[in-house]
C-alpha cells in the first residue's frame, strides 16, 4: 500500500506506476515551489555568469536570458499537462507517442540530463562550502575538504531524494522564500562594485553585438527552460484533475518556471559585473564578498545545492526505475546518487571534467528537445485523452495495449526523434564537439531550435501510429486541453 504523500516523514512508495486519484494531493503552488526552490542554487545561478564572459554589457545580458527564457518556458511549461493527464512521470507518459519501448528514449534522456546538471551542481556548491569556510573559520580548502563537502551535500541531496515527492516539495517551498531573501541580501552586498559596463575589454565573442547577444539567447536563455523537459511530471502527476483545472497547472508551471531560472540567472548577473571575474565565478564570489554575506554563501551551498541535486536525484531515480522495472524507486535513486558521486569526484580529482560535462549537458538538450516537440505534438492530437494503463505495459514486463504498435516502438515517432537529433548535433558548438552545421548559423549554437524543428516537422510529414484511447478525463476536459495548446 502506497505511503500517505501527506505525510512528509513517509518514504513514497509511488515510482512511475499511475498514482491513484485518492493520491493525487499535490497543488499547482507545490509546483511553483518545487521550480523556484530547487533552481535558487549556485549550480543555476552560474549561467547568469556565462554572458559576462562572452564581452556583453550588462544591460545586454539581461535582454538576452529574460526573451530566452520566455521563449524556452513556451515550448517547455506545456509539457506539464501532460503527466497532468497520464497521473506518471513524462517519460513513461511519452510512450503514447513513442511506444511502450520506445518511451526509454525519454528515460535515457532524462537520466543523462540530469546526471550531467546534478554533478554541476555538486561541484559549484562544494565550492560555495569551502570558500566561505576557509575565509571565515581559516579551515583546510584543498582536496581533503572539497572530498568531505562533495560526501556531506551528495548525501543531503540522496536523502531527501529517496524520501521523495512530498519532502522535496515542502523543502523547495521553504527554499523559494529563504534563497529569494538571500539574492537580495546579495543585491545589497554587491551593489558598492557594481558596474554594468563589459567586464571583458576584449570585445564581443562572437566579433559584433548580435550573433553574441543571440548566442546568449539560445544557450543561457532558452536552454534554461529546456533542462526541465523531463522533470516537470514529476510533480504535476500529483495534481489531480478532478480538483484542479489544467489552465491553473500550466500558469503555476509557467510562472514557477519563469521565476525559478531568471531570480537565479539574473543574480548570477548583478554579481557578475560586481565582481567583475571572468575566469572564477564562485572564486569570484567568495572572495568579494563581504564578511556578512559569506553566511549567506555558505547557507546556499549547503541547503540550495541540496535542494536543487535532490530534485535532480529524483528524477534520475524514476527514469532507471522505468528502464529497470525490476528495481524500486528507492534502490535506482540510491544507485543514482552512487554514479553522480563518483562523477563528481572523477571530474574534481583525476581530469577537469567541468567542461566535457557542459558540453555534454548540450549534447544531450540536442536531443531532448525534439522529444519533448514529438511528445507534445502528441498531446494536441490526442486531445489530452490517454489509456492510463496501456501505458504501463512495460513496468509490467507484459506486451499489447492501445501503444504497442511496431513490437512496441511507434516507427513515425522514433524516426522523426532521429532526424531531429541528428541535425540537433550537427549543429551544437560545444568544447568536445563543433558540429558542421554551425557555419551555417553565423557561429550560434541554435542546436535546439534546429532539433526541435526538424524533429517537429518530420512527425508532422510522417503522421502518427493510431492508437484507440478510452477517455480517462472529466467530461470537457479534451476541450479544455485542445484550447489551451491552440
Not at 516539495?169 to 558596474?195: E, K, N, Y
Not at 547557507?299 to 527514469?319: E, H, K, Q
Not at 485523452?385 to 496501456?390: T, V, W
Amino acid at each position: 500500500m502506497a505511503a500517505n504523500p501527506d505525510v512528509s516523514t513517509a518514504i513514497e512508495q509511488h515510482g512511475v506506476d499511475t498514482i491513484p486519484d485518492a493520491d493525487r494531493n499535490g497543488r499547482p503552488r507545490d509546483v511553483v515551489g518545487i521550480l523556484v526552490g530547487s533552481n535558487l542554487c549556485l549550480g543555476v545561478v552560474i549561467f547568469g555568469w556565462l554572458p559576462a564572459t562572452f564581452g556583453l554589457s550588462f544591460w545586454e545580458s539581461v535582454t538576452a536570458q529574460v526573451f530566452g527564457t520566455l521563449a524556452g518556458c513556451l515550448l517547455v511549461a506545456p509539457l506539464a499537462l501532460v503527466s497532468f493527464r497520464t497521473a506518471t512521470n513524462l517519460s513513461t507518459s511519452s510512450g503514447a507517442q513513442f511506444g511502450v519501448r520506445g518511451r526509454l528514449i525519454g528515460s535515457a534522456i532524462g537520466l543523462l540530463l540530469s546526471l550531467g546538471y546534478a554533478a554541476l551542481t555538486v561541484w559549484t556548491g562544494g565550492a560555495a562550502v569551502v570558500g566561505p569556510l576557509q575565509r571565515l573559520f581559516g579551515t583546510p580548502d584543498g582536496d581533503g575538504a572539497y572530498a568531505v563537502g562533495y560526501i556531506v551535500l551528495a548525501v543531503g541531496a540522496v536523502l531527501v531524494a529517496v524520501f521523495g515527492y512530498r519532502l522535496l516539495t515542502r523543502l523547495s517551498s521553504f527554499l523559494a522564500v529563504i534563497m529569494t531573501a538571500l539574492m537580495l541580501a546579495g543585491v545589497i552586498a554587491f551593489a558598492p562594485t557594481f558596474d554594468p559596463a563589459p567586464v571583458l575589454g576584449s570585445g564581443y565573442l562572437l566579433g559584433s553585438f548580435w550573433p553574441t547577444w543571440l548566442l546568449v539567447f539560445v544557450a543561457v536563455g532558452i536552454s534554461g527552460p529546456i533542462a526541465f523537459i523531463t522533470l516537470l511530471g514529476d510533480y504535476t502527476r500529483y495534481v489531480s484533475p478532478t480538483r484542479y483545472s489544467q489552465r491553473r497547472v500550466l500558469v503555476a508551471s509557467t510562472g514557477g518556471m519563469v521565476a525559478g531560472v531568471l531570480i537565479a540567472q539574473l543574480f548570477g548577473t548583478f554579481t557578475a559585473f560586481a565582481t567583475r571575474n571572468a575566469d572564477d565565478y564562485v572564486g569570484g564570489l567568495v572572495a568579494a564578498a563581504p564578511a556578512w554575506f559569506l553566511v549567506l554563501l555558505l547557507i546556499n551551498g549547503l541547503l540550495g545545492t541540496v535542494g536543487n541535486a535532490g530534485v535532480l536525484l529524483y528524477s534520475m531515480g524514476l527514469d532507471l526505475d522505468a528502464i529497470v522495472p525490476k528495481v524500486s524507486r528507492v534502490q535506482s535513486t540510491t544507485v543514482a546518487c552512487l554514479v553522480s558521486t563518483v562523477l563528481v569526484f572523477v571530474g574534481y580529482f583525476l581530469w577537469d571534467a567541468a567542461d566535457a560535462v557542459t558540453a555534454f549537458v548540450l549534447l544531450m538538450t540536442a536531443a531532448g528537445t525534439p522529444w519533448a516537440v514529438i511528445t507534445l505534438i502528441g498531446f494536441r492530437r490526442s486531445r489530452g485523452l490517454y489509456d492510463g494503463d496501456a501505458l504501463q505495459v512495460l513496468n509490467r514486463r507484459s506486451r499489447g495495449g492501445a501503444y504497442w504498435y511496431t513490437h512496441g516502438f511507434s516507427i513515425p515517432a522514433v524516426v522523426s526523434w532521429a532526424i531531429g537529433t541528428a541535425v540537433g548535433l550537427l549543429s551544437v558548438d560545444t568544447t568536445i564537439w563543433h558540429g558542421p552545421l554551425i557555419e551555417l548559423t553565423g557561429g550560434i549554437d541554435v542546436s535546439p531550435l534546429l532539433a526541435g524543428l526538424a524533429g517537429g516537422l518530420a512527425y508532422l510529414v510522417l503522421g502518427n501510429d493510431k492508437a484507440p484511447v478510452e477517455p480517462a478525463a472529466p467530461e470537457g476536459a479534451a476541450a479544455e486541453a485542445s484550447a489551451l495548446l491552440r
